[in-house]
């Protein structure tokens, strides 16, 4: 069952496309789930497909193609770094090592205590900002350094995203 | 406040309405709609503009809202691509998050011309703060009587919707993310038709980059001509630059088209720690490689970058200092391409796979001497063999590294190490 804080979300999405274009919300149904849950099981697809009445497996195609769904649990705060080229060339390779060796996991992974998951991301559109990541894809950190680092996870251990 | 026609940064404070009404925002569409231009006088001075999409393949913008069928009778779209994935590229994030009435004006605009009732602005996944702005001001906008039923009180209808993308950079394909607004996996559509003609939902849709509709209002204001006179010919107007890499000060800026790249450099705080510059990709990831002696003679405009070997595309100038492994950044974007071909077409759904296979052999010491005929083998039967521009996009890296640092890559396969 999708909560009713998230059929209502969906319920003002659905608000801007045609009456006969529901599926143009199921990117932002999944997302919702995604905020409310942290990743998106198969069960969660298909109570969005019901909803939005489209088959369950275009809502499945949707969920595995585009990257920043999580198909399985990556923490209460998953950080994606960006790795592509203008972020390597400003020391994402760096920022990656101080948060692999500080929260003692690699990519893909999430700490024992299931805070922090770790992902690597593509390209985020904000280059002049290198190295970059982002937290529980909505807020972007840039210009990262091993102190902005430990600032940033001392914050979100602290409870404050 | 910034001299810039389109670049404003938080400072300006031109995300709030009231400042943006102050600053002069929303006359052009006051003055389309107050005296009635024509949508054939608006399509004309944007051709008279020579303003050229932004989003990379310089199509140019009046001719392609020509294309729209006049009359049609049925909703018309009108898109925004705000999907800016482009490694190297982000300057439409500034104009969403710090001028989002511009891009609203703008679009309204366009949507006047070509007859659109409704427009979509389909925005990068990883940038929600833009989101967040963008979704604030079309309400704002809405409630203030720039969009909806009766714009400005005259018989115009338009109304703007944002959309999320999630997370793929094919879907900056038009019609992939025409695609994706329908609440599909973004595979590009087989063209024709054209999206002119069969686009979202099947109706006839306008894609335009956000920098391209956002510089509509300064062309309807000022006329197209004056526009086109801050250029040079063939590449007429302003241009956002995304500077980044080995620069001390990386940022976007504003500099007419024709600007000598050195100029660009200088604004950028020149190449970071004094170092020497090695090499430049001058318009976002896809764009061949130029060396650092072609780029210092270039002019940022259309021409002078493609005499040069290479191409304006988005206006991402990713800089490159004499540190740089050219094996390991082609590994590195050779990978980008592998990871987001939507594996619809086989050329590039298998050829990415294979270019990021042998570069990464290459780059940790197991390259073949016969491996980088072999790549550029594999990048003639990509390019020119798909259904989007993707393959081409994945081509281009590794024919531009080879040509300019095939020594790089012949010393990392005899020695198994960096020449740097």
């Not at chain 2, 720690?273 to 490689?289: D, E, Q, T, Y």
């Not at chain 2, 004499?322 to 390991?328: A, P």
């Not at chain 2, 086989?346 to 050829?351: F, I, K, L, S």
Request: with cysteine; net charge negative; glycine share 12%.
């Amino acid at each position: 069952m999708l909560s009713d804080q998230i059929q209502t979300q969906i319920n003002r999405e659905l608000q801007k496309y045609p009456a006969d274009q529901r599926q143009s919300a199921v990117m932002a149904a999944l997302r919702f789930v995604q905020d409310e849950k942290g990743w998106i099981s198969t069960e969660d697809m298909a109570d969005v497909a019901v909803y939005i009445g489209m088959p369950q497996m275009a809502v499945y195609e949707v969920a595995t193609f585009y990257h920043m769904y999580n198909l399985k649990p990556m923490g209460e705060y998953t950080l994606t770094v960006c790795t592509n080229l203008s972020c390597q060339l400003s020391g994402c390779n760096e920022t990656l090592l101080h948060l692999k060796n500080k929260l003692g996991i690699g990519l893909g992974e999430i700490t024992p205590d299931g805070k922090f998951g770790l992902r690597e991301g593509e390209c985020m559109g904000a280059c002049v900002d290198a190295p970059l990541l982002t937290i529980n894809n909505k807020k972007m950190c840039g210009r990262l350094n091993s102190e902005k680092i430990d600032q940033i996870l001392s914050e979100l251990e602290g409870g404050q995203a | 406040m910034s001299a810039n026609l389109i670049l404003t940064t938080a400072a300006d404070g031109l995300a709030d309405l009231d400042n943006y009404i102050k600053a002069g925002g929303y006359q052009a569409l006051r003055k389309v709609l107050s005296t009635k231009m024509s949508q054939d006088a608006i399509i004309a001075e944007v051709k008279a503009s020579g303003l050229r999409g932004r989003g990379g393949a310089g199509f140019p913008t009046g001719l392609k809202w020509s294309f729209m069928p006049r009359n049609y009778d049925g909703v018309k779209y009108l898109v925004c691509n705000s999907d800016e994935g482009e490694p190297g590229t982000c300057k439409d994030r500034d104009i969403l998050r710090y001028n989002p009435h511009l891009l609203i004006e703008g679009m309204a605009i366009a949507a006047y011309a070509i007859g659109a009732q409704a427009g979509y602005n389909y925005i990068h996944g990883e940038i929600f703060e833009a989101y967040e702005v963008m979704e604030a001001a079309c309400e704002t906008a809405r409630k203030a009587g720039y969009l909806g039923k009766n714009v400005l009180g005259f018989d115009f209808e338009f109304d703007l919707f944002n959309h999320m993308g999630y997370g793929a950079y094919v879907c900056g394909e038009e019609t992939a993310l025409l695609e994706s607004i329908e609440g599909k996996k973004g595979q590009p559509r087989f063209k024709p038709p054209f999206p002119a003609s069969y686009g979202l939902y099947g109706k006839p849709t306008t894609i335009n980059n956000t920098e391209t509709l956002a510089s509509i209002p300064w062309i309807i204001s000022n006329g197209g001509k004056k526009f086109a006179d801050l250029g040079v010919p063939n590449s007429g107007g302003i241009k956002l630059f995304s500077v980044s890499g080995h620069v001390n000060n990386p940022g976007n800026f504003e500099i007419p088209m024709g600007t000598p790249f050195k100029t660009l450099l200088e604004m950028a705080g020149g190449v970071r720690g004094g170092n020497k510059l090695k090499a430049v990709i001058p318009g976002g990831s896809s764009m061949p490689v130029l060396p650092a002696d072609i780029m210092m003679e270039v002019n940022m405009d259309f021409d002078s970058i493609q005499k040069a070997g290479s191409y304006l595309g988005s206006g991402a100038v990713i800089v490159m200092d004499e540190t740089t492994c050219m094996v390991k950044a082609l590994e590195r974007l050779a990978y980008f391409y592998f990871e987001e071909s939507c594996g619809q077409c086989t050329p590039c759904r298998e050829g990415t796979g294979w270019l990021y296979r042998i570069v990464h052999r290459i780059e940790h010491g197991d390259g073949k001497p016969e491996d980088l005929d072999l790549l550029l083998d594999l990048c003639e039967n990509i390019a020119g063999r798909t259904i989007c521009a993707l393959g081409d996009a994945a081509a281009w890296p590794v024919q531009g590294f080879l040509k300019h640092y095939r020594k790089e890559f012949e010393y990392h396969i005899e020695h198994k190490r960096c020449l740097v």
